[in-house]
């Protein structure tokens, strides 16, 4: 560990590319990792998730590096936290003459209750949590709906599914205005925008978001192999081919596949 450490902050004292990460360029990289860990375990390849879990803990080091770097806190300050965090959120284990034999269903409420607790302590000191903090962190589709769920319990939502859609074509509209604009700033706050909307539709609708969104890249996956296919019995690669071409390969997909 203390050689990692060291390797970081040479890396972020030496290396142009490492040296230019903020915390904010490098989030993107963590959730990458986390989902390669995740692919590594359902693959079940030992070697592949030993790989993946040390590109998902340089993370934690590169991001610990660069607030040390502010006198904000260090890699020591991060295990420190979750150390006392599992030791305050773990009493069964931890203060075993008090808690003797729970159960796994007695073990979760009293996870619940302890994160109750800690909440209410933030309270009296002024950091009231939003109802939003609830929503666990995941792919971005998921959030959203999650977001969405959560605000709609307490009536903050479209009456119906038109209104909803009506509030897609609000912001498509005002994507093209940003598009026209040429303001990137602006062209992707609207795209965002749009996305959110069209997430709330689905909602409304009983659709999943991410699994629609992930059986449209199934389909493009299995159309685009299609032709891929097609191409390599000509003995020709893609780049021999005009877009044309792969058109016209691609509708051939769409009816095959169909079929």
Known sequence: MEQLLAIMKQLRAECPWDREQTPETLTRYAIEEAYEVEEAIRTGDVNDIKNELGDLLLQVVFQSQMYSEQDAFNFDDVVEAICQKLIRRHPHV????????????QVSVLWQDIKTQEKQQQVKQGKAPSRLSE???????????DIQKNVAKVGFDFPDVMQAYDKVKEELSEFEEAMQSEKTDEIVEEFGDCLFSL??????????????LLGTIHKFKTRFAYIEDQINLKNKSLEDVTLQEMDQLWDQAKQKLKK
């Open 135 to 145: 929503v666990k962190h995941g792919p971005a589709l998921t959030q959203a709906e």
């Open 199 to 212: 997430i709330n539709v689905g909602r409304k609708l009983g659709i999943s978001s991410e699994m629609a």
């Open 94 to 105: 931890f203060q075993k003459a008090q808690f003797e034999n729970l159960t796994t269903d």
